[in-house]
Structures are given as C-alpha cells and as structure tokens.
C-alpha cells in the first residue's frame, strides 16, 4: 500500500520519485487488530540492540562476526526476566561508541538476525503476549532464551 510519494528534481535533466509502501502483511494485521479490538498494539522486545561489524568482532575478539549487541534491556521487560543482559562496559573505537560485556543476539525464532531492522521486523509480526526464542551469546557460551514480548510503550 502506497503511503507517500516524494518528487524531486535532478537539474535540468529531469525529476525523480520515491515511493514510501506499508507491507500488505502489515496492513492486514493492523486492519484485523483495529477491526477486533478498536486499536492497534505492537510488540516490543524491549532490548536496545547495535550491530557488529566484521572489524569489531575482531577487534574485541567476540564469538561471531555478526549479529546484535544488547546495549539496553529495559527493566521488568519479558527480555529483562528471560535474563538477557545488556553490556555495561563503554568503548569508543573511531568516534564510534559500544557497550561491551552484553549478550550478543544472533537468531530469533531460529532466523538470523544482523542488523536492528532484522530484529524489528522479526517481532512486528508478533503481537504482545507472544513469546519468541531468541538465540545469544553470553561470552562463548551460546544460550536460548524464551522471551514473553510485551506491549510497545507509548511514543516508541
């Protein structure tokens, strides 16, 4: 479903359009919650996640090469009482800050996940109440962790 279009000119050669869409699967499920229960509510995992990129990983000599460090678990979240941490230790490698120390989230629901819009668009197919299995690394011991999604707070 098209939600907006933005028209711009190159200079005199022409112009050039971008389309903004919604997933149909998204709007299904949005149209059923609103239709069902006057509202829509999205789940929210409740962890705060950053990349890691191949150099890092080396860098810090991390387990993987890939996948999310936890930099924040919100407290009394369905993440924050299946355990998952998140790291504590502050570095900064080329202006770039990370918190080490975490866990390092590499599947959910059995599927790789390397970047935080993996990660969103995983659990936005769930709705609160759910739970899902989300895969980590605690040092270089991989663990599973069944995590009840909660509701996402208002403004989030």
Do not use: C, W
């Amino acid at each position: 479903v098209n939600t907006a279009i933005a028209t711009g000119t190159t200079g005199a050669r022409g112009n050039i359009g971008i389309g903004f869409a919604v997933p149909i699967n998204t709007v299904r499920h949005v149209a059923s919650q609103l239709i069902e229960q006057g509202r829509v509510e999205h789940a929210f995992l409740a962890v705060g996640a950053q990349p890691i990129e191949p150099e890092i990983a080396r860098l810090f000599n991390l387990p993987v090469r890939r996948g999310l460090m936890a930099v924040r678990v919100y407290e009394g979240s369905g993440a924050d009482r299946a355990g998952i941490r998140a790291g504590t230790d502050e570095v900064v490698v080329a202006g770039e800050s990370y918190r080490l120390g975490g866990d390092i989230i590499v599947a959910i629901e059995g599927k790789p996940v390397r970047t935080p819009a993996e990660l969103r668009e995983a659990i936005s197919a769930k709705t609160p109440g759910d739970k899902v299995t989300i895969e980590a690394y605690r040092g270089d011991d991989k663990r599973s962790f069944e995590v009840t999604l909660g509701p996402q707070p208002a403004g989030g």
